[in-house]
């Protein structure tokens, strides 16, 4: 009970360490003799003085101490084996609680030679004995002994040497140099002990056959004779030894020979064998009549009638030439284990088998040989269950991995390339469940908020939108420390999905189309057709294109090569804009938008007052082969000045490329044809009409006063100036707009600080002054609408803020004030009416 319980099993001892008390504990196991003092237990020291450390499956720890064992007292019919445990939550064993146990088990009747195969020691010992004439003599003079063989200790009885036999050789040990060899010696009041690790030096492997015919078995049988085997078959652990002890003045030898199985087992038919041959020779060297006694078997050192063999569906056949056991697996008694081979996650069924042979021969008598065999099936890949679900109205995925056996344990979690302890998984977002069954199984439920960071998120159709957790699980296996992992990609597909939607309009240049953002488009990209619309493209074609995260807007003027047209007559021009959104990774076609205005066909012509017409013919839709470079007027060496993909541009003056006129009373008008013919056809197939019209008659009232001005002192010069005009911050003109903060981005009524300065020539002579400045809509100086800031030098008088000049002074920076002019305009924008032509 408590941290440890025990169990008394004939000659063995075990006490099992609670799993549920040193669980996430590190400890020390040691052995109390009967001083009192604790000695550390190592796998060597184990297997030399008779005790074994296994691992069950429920994560517990198993101790046996053979009745002989280094440390047991021994009194009368009892033996008694006490251990400490020292166990501790850290590795350094700092503040470790220290547990004591004492466990006494009374032991039946020894036979003349018992022989035990532990998982880590073979163990024989034999019945002392003393013929009686030497009982019965009296040394007169003890110490001859000594003198005679001082290596001997002085006890009365103690064994004195060891003589292993090989084939090539026999070679003799002092109990001292055995010890140091790792073998364990032993004497009692009535036994000789030998207990050998299997990987002692003098230890061989012998192949013991198993294959007899018939009839030559049932005849040795018969005649109560032993049977020669054939050297074929099943692999033993042998060890033949001669223990010489003393007696008074005698020296004695006993046959201290051991063996033990190493293999003899076979996986068919989801059915383990294990087969033990009964004669193996090293044991009954010299015996020449065998008589088998009692055959026992059952699982975890405890005996099985044959009942609970049945009931369990478990076969001991007890024939001629061996004894075979045979259990399916995953029978009761044994137990599932978790493995691991190159990475992939795997069990084996696992059971501690238990098998006695007693015999007689005319040799010992009786034998006992005791067999503890660990029988472990080979590697069987498992799969590990992966259950999805959703918890909607929490917008929580629970997935569900496993179930694994008892002794795997989930460690950390891989996040986005990064491994993240379990504990630590909650900062990630992440609730790890672990559910434990009533067999001892566990499952491992994680919990992940569907707009966590790491889950994927990706429009499918319609208003699905699919939902992936993608994490890696790594676990560790106990005891043997091994690690598996387990990817796990869970996939939801949940209707939630809010597409992007658009709105358009038009002011008089330009068309506008505003996207608002939905929840499936953060990776989709703005495609105008195979050309993908980013911001450096866009300033490539005087597009205006803003994202604030809620809203995409994108503005295209007019005249712009992206733009069709369709539906051209006299009073109207359908002007259509397309904007595709494709998925970023896969380009794949996810929304398509358009805009689509009338617009005036006037916006395609100027009539400049000086005379001058500038049109522009556009391509419509349908006519995709019509090359605007070909575009001619009606005199068709007038050819268009300006041509894109779409439009062409002619400047002409009225009076020249076949313009025609007419005139009236009121006006003078003036009409021309954009033309495109074939080759070798003189019949356009492109025809665009247009005409100017002037007012004949138009007057205007002048007031003006007449002064003497002075003579003109100034003389005209010719030569190269250089110039330049720059946007400053502030009125304080310390801190101009650099190239990269450009386009800039003002409200109306707001100060804009202009700065015009003569750079070349460096002449104090010359004088700058502004003439005429002008503002546009449009990056072209001569392109319409046009508002004046500055006319002849002076404010517009039809400003509602009128231009505001500043004066110069000479600083570090301005060698020249006179080279330098500054004023301050207020911020404006172009309307017709009161529609807005451009924000």
């Known amino acids: ?204 492997l012998v192949e013991v056959g198993v294959l007899l015919l018939a009839q030559q078995a049932a005849r040795l049988c018969r005649s109560n004779q032993m049977p020669s085997l054939q050297d074929q078959g099943i692999t033993f652990s042998v060890l033949r030894s001669s223990t010489f002890y003393k007696y008074q003045w005698v020296i004695l030898m006993v046959d201290t020979a051991v063996a033990c199985p190493v293999d003899g087992v076979d996986y068919t038919n989801k059915t383990i064998t294990w087969t033990v041959p009964k004669y193996i020779p090293p044991l009954y060297a010299g015996a020449t009549v065998f008589k088998d006694v009692l055959v026992e ?95 909607l109205s929490a917008r929580l995925m629970n997935v569900t991995v496993g179930t694994f056996l008892p002794d795997a344990e989930l460690v950390n979690l891989t996040i986005e390339g990064v491994a993240v302890a379990v504990p630590e998984a909650v900062l990630h977002g992440y609730l790890i469940h672990r559910t434990r069954y009533a067999n001892g199984s566990t499952a491992y439920v994680i919990q992940v908020p569907l707009d966590a960071p790491s889950v994927k998120k990706e429009y499918m159709r319609e208003d699905m939108r699919a ?108 002007a259509s804009f397309h904007l595709t959104l494709k998925d970023g990774i896969t380009l794949a076609q996810r929304r398509d938008f358009s805009v689509s205005c009338i617009f005036s066909p006037s916006e395609l012509i100027q009539c400049l007052p000086n005379g001058t017409v500038i049109i522009t013919a556009i391509k419509l839709v349908g006519g995709e082969d019509l090359d605007t470079a070909q575009l001619v007027l009606r005199d068709r060496q007038c050819k268009p000045s300006l041509v894109t993909e779409k439009t062409a541009t002619f400047k002409f003056s009225v009076n020249t490329c076949g313009t025609s006129r007419k005139s009236n009373s009121t006006a003078m008008t003036y009409e021309n044809e954009v033309l495109y013919f074939r080759p070798d056809n003189d019949t356009p197939i492109y025809q665009l009409k247009f005409l100017c019209s002037y007012a004949v008659k138009q007057t205007a009232d002048i007031r003006y006063e007449s002064k003497k001005n ?67 809509s449009s990056q072209s100086q001569d392109s319409l609408p046009q508002w004046h800031i500055l006319n002849h030098g002076c404010e517009n008088n039809k400003d509602s803020y009128r231009t505001v000049f500043y004066k110069v002074n000479y600083s570090l920076r301005v060698k020249f004030p006179q080279h330098l002019k500054r004023f301050e305009v207020r911020m404006f924008t172009f309307v017709q009416g009161t529609s807005l032509l451009q924000e």
């Open 467 to 574: 939902y992936t957790l993608n994490v890696t699980l790594t676990f560790i296996t106990y005891p043997s420390s091994e690690t598996f992992v387990v990817p796990v990609i869970a996939v939801l597909a949940v209707k939630d999905a809010v597409l992007p939607s658009a709105r358009g309009f038009c002011d008089g240049r330009n068309l506008h189309l505003i996207i608002t953002h939905g929840n499936v488009d953060q990776n989709w990209l703005p495609f105008i057709s195979d050309w993908h619309l980013t911001q450096e493209a866009a300033q490539k074609y005087n597009y205006i294109l803003r994202d604030n995260g809620t809203h995409l807007a994108i503005s295209v003027p007019f005249l712009s090569p992206h733009v069709s047209y369709e539906g051209f007559h006299n009073s109207a021009i359908k």
């Open 297 to 391: 078997a059952g699982v975890d050192l405890h005996k099985l009638s044959a009942k609970e063999m049945a009931s369990r569906k478990y076969v001991l056949l007890n024939e001629l030439k061996a004894i075979t056991m045979k259990i399916p697996i995953g029978a009761e008694g044994g137990y599932y284990k978790t493995s691991v081979s190159n990475g992939q996650l795997g069990i084996k069924y696992t059971i501690n088998l238990f098998l006695e042979h007693q015999w007689e021969d005319n040799k010992w008598r009786l034998t006992k040989h005791t067999i503890i065999k660990e029988i472990e099936t080979p590697f069987e890949q498992a799969e590990v269950a992966i259950t999805n679900n959703l918890n």
């Open 1 to 204: 009970t408590g941290p440890m319980s025990l169990e008394c099993l004939g000659n063995l001892l075990r006490i099992t360490l609670s799993a549920e008390y040193f669980e996430d504990k590190y400890f020390s196991l040691f052995v109390v003799d009967q001083s009192g003092t604790a000695w550390e237990l190592d796998e060597a020291m184990a297997a030399q003085c008779g005790y074994t450390v296994t691992y069950t499956t429920q994560r517990g720890i198993e101790f046996h101490a053979s009745a002989l064992s280094c440390h047991s007292h021994l009194e009368k019919d009892v033996f008694t084996v006490t251990i400490q445990i020292k166990a501790s939550h850290t590795p350094d064993m700092s503040n470790a609680t220290t547990h004591l146990k004492s466990a006494s088990c009374h032991y039946g009747l020894w036979s003349p030679r018992e022989l035990i195969c532990e998982s880590n020691y073979m163990e024989v010992s034999v019945k002392r004995e003393v013929p009686q004439t030497i009982k019965d003599f009296v040394q007169d003079e003890p110490e001859d002994w000594t003198l005679l063989f001082p290596e001997a200790k002085a006890e009365e009885a103690s064994i004195w040497q060891i003589v292993f036999h090989q084939p090539e050789e026999k070679r003799a040990l002092l109990v001292s140099n055995a010890w140091s060899a790792g073998y364990g010696l032993n004497t009692t009041d009535s036994r000789v002990l030998l207990r050998v690790p299997y990987t002692a030096a003098q230890v061989q």
């Open 710 to 776: 002075p003579l003109p002192s100034i003389k005209p010069g010719f030569g190269c100036l250089t110039l330049s005009m720059k946007l400053f911050k502030e009125k304080s003109y310390s801190e101009p707009y650099q190239e990269s903060e450009y386009p800039v981005v003002k409200y109306l009524r707001e100060a804009l600080y202009f700065e015009v300065e003569l750079l070349q020539p460096k002449d104090a002579r010359l004088d700058l002054n502004l003439d005429d400045c002008w503002a546009t």
